[in-house]
């Protein structure tokens, strides 16, 4: 198992502000394998994926990474683990704005004290579509590129999971393609293990398994999903949060 959430609740404020973004989360995700989380705006996407993550403390229930309980890790631990076990794909790409290419995809690494294996650097390039870009900063290159620099960062230190939080909500039709094709390679090829937030039916049809949140709550889930099947279940979340709720 590559993560895991075990009845994980998270509440937002206190009083009348507060908001119960997670009402007791369950779920698996497999090493090896690509799993879409999808639900409407507010159902606590996001969130489930920060919890899974590490970048945001659960209020109540146990999330583990591999075999490391995240659950309960010093502020030290949490950095450890955010570098060495888990890799981000945000919307916004979050590349330095002054660093290149080549630089911003090493940057964890350094930060860590760490270098690439050059065999796996040189493949995660190649594989991305980035050997003739390596020296280029953010401004000089499309969005489409800017992502796939992303990818590159997440996947170069071989981590246990990487998170990716609308990847593609940035890009246009192609480059949004591209970047999901590269994602589905990493797993099929590299066993990478993928666990992306998407509100998109056709990124999710990408995934090997889709998981579906309303309300903050799983309602149900597919395997081997089409975006024509994907976006059946999305019609039908009202009713399935209602008979769960
Ligand atoms: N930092 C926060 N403070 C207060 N409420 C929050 C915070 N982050 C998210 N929420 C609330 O929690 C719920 C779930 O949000 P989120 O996980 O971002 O949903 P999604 O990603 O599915 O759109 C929403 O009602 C949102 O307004
Ligand atoms: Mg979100």
Same mark, same amino acid.
């Given at each position: ?11 937002? @404020?206190? @009083?009348?502000? &507060? /908001? /119960?973004?997670?009402? +007791? ?10 799993? $879409?989380?999808?639900? *409407?705006? @507010? ?6 994926m920060h919890?899974l993550a590490g970048l ?9 990474? +591999? ?9 030290? @631990? =949490? ?7 888990v890799?981000?794909?945000? &919307? !916004?790409? %979050? =590349? ?13 690494? $350094?930060?860590?004290?760490?270098? *690439? ?20 900063? *953010?401004? &000089? =290159?499309?969005?489409?590129? !800017? ?16 998170f ?5 909500? %940035? ?20 066993? &990478? ?16 398994? /889709?998981?579906?949140? $309303?309300?903050? !709550? ?11 099947? /994907? ?8 009713? =399935? $949060?209602?008979? %769960? +709720?």
């Open positions: 198992m590559a993560a895991r959430a075990n009845d994980v609740w998270k509440v937002y @404020g206190a @009083g009348e502000a &507060q /908001v /119960v973004a997670l009402r +007791g989360v369950t779920a698996e995700f497999a090493r090896g394998r690509f799993t $879409a989380i999808m639900g *409407p705006s @507010g159902s606590g996407k996001s969130t489930l919890c945001d403390a659960t209020s109540r229930g146990e999330i583990f990474i +591999g075999d490391t309980k995240v659950t309960g890790l010093s502020d030290g @631990g =949490l950095t450890k683990l955010r570098r060495t076990k890799g981000f794909i945000f &919307q !916004q790409f %979050n =590349l330095l704005p002054t660093l290149t290419a080549k630089e911003n995809i090493l940057l964890p690494l $350094a930060i860590a004290g760490q270098k *690439p294996e050059p065999e796996w650097f040189e493949t995660v390039i190649k594989t991305v579509g980035l050997t003739d870009r390596l020296g280029h900063r *953010p401004a &000089q =290159l499309s969005g489409g590129q !800017q992502q796939r620099v992303a990818c590159a960062r997440a996947l170069v230190s071989r981590p246990e999971v990487v990716a939080d609308e990847p593609t909500g %940035n890009l246009d039709s192609r480059s949004g393609a591209e970047v999901l094709g590269f994602l589905r390679n990493s797993v099929r090829e590299y066993g &990478q293990t993928i666990v992306m937030v998407t509100h998109d039916p056709n990124a999710a049809s990408y995934a090997d398994r /889709v998981v579906f949140l $309303a309300d903050g !709550q799983i309602v149900t889930e597919l395997s081997e999903p089409t975006a024509d099947g /994907v976006l059946d279940t999305m019609k039908r979340l009202d009713v =399935l $949060a209602g008979v %769960n +709720g």
